[in-house]
């Protein structure tokens, strides 16, 4: 079975912290993607990588980066933490270059900024 | 760019009931549809997928979705609901053209009354 794991379940910062969000698979999958999930709003893409040392823009890429130095992991990075980055945070992985295959996702950390 | 709606916010359903989740995309060629479901605490899990083919899909836990062209509708459905069917369900369009991004609904809540 492929494994998607996050590093914390729950995370609690202050506004202004440095946030490392941390995501690691093991099924040597090409691809992986983070998303933010707020009620109503489902689901929604902040950066996604293909490879190694690559990564593209989502659709909210504003107030994080990423980082993709080995194939398994794929961190993202709050600078400066704030309120409004209070969210569920999804990872997710998937298997193939230019073609579609199931994206599997982690159990998510939720980050609370106070 | 692609687009997903899911109607229902919220939807309360007898245990033994029939089960039907709409869904509503915007894409300007054929998509590739997903149903996901979120169970409390977990991440998401893939019920289906529709890709080409019998627009009648099957998937696991006995739900299966038709894909309807004229419609622009992925609905999911289930015959007979039991408890442990309430979560949380998205439905989720991906192009080859968006580079196998996916673009989520806002999700519908199901509750399962006993």
Redesign the interface.
């Known amino acids: 079975d492929v494994k998607?794991t996050q590093s914390s379940r729950y995370l609690v910062k202050r506004t202004g912290e440095k946030v490392f969000l941390e995501c690691v698979q093991d099924m040597d999958h090409e691809?992986m993607f983070w998303?933010r999930q707020d009620p109503?709003?489902?689901?929604?893409?902040i950066y996604?990588s293909?490879d190694v040392k690559m990564k593209?823009k989502?659709d909210i890429p504003e107030g994080y980066s990423v980082s993709r130095e080995k194939k398994e992991r794929f961190s993202l990075i709050l600078e400066s933490a704030s309120t409004n980055q209070t969210s569920m945070y999804?990872c997710?992985s998937?298997f193939?270059q230019?073609?579609?295959?199931?994206?599997f996702?982690?159990?998510?950390t939720r980050l609370t900024v106070l | 760019a692609q687009s997903v709606t899911q109607p229902d916010i919220h939807i309360t359903v007898s245990e033994g009931a029939s089960l039907e989740l709409r869904c509503n995309y915007s894409y300007g060629a054929t998509p590739y549809l997903f149903w996901y479901v979120q169970s409390p605490g977990q991440g998401l899990q893939l019920l289906l997928k529709y890709f080409s083919g019998d627009t009648l899909v099957q998937g696991i836990k006995g739900f299966e979705a038709e894909f309807k062209r004229s419609q622009s509708s992925f609905n999911l459905r289930k015959p007979s609901v039991h408890w442990s069917d309430a979560a949380e369900y998205f439905c989720a369009v991906g192009a080859r053209a968006a580079g196998n991004k996916l673009t989520f609904g806002g999700g519908t809540r199901v509750l399962v009354k006993p």
């Open positions: 998607v691809n998303y109503g709003l489902g689901l929604r893409l996604f293909y593209e989502g999804l997710a998937s193939g230019g073609t579609y295959n199931e994206q996702f982690g159990p998510g």
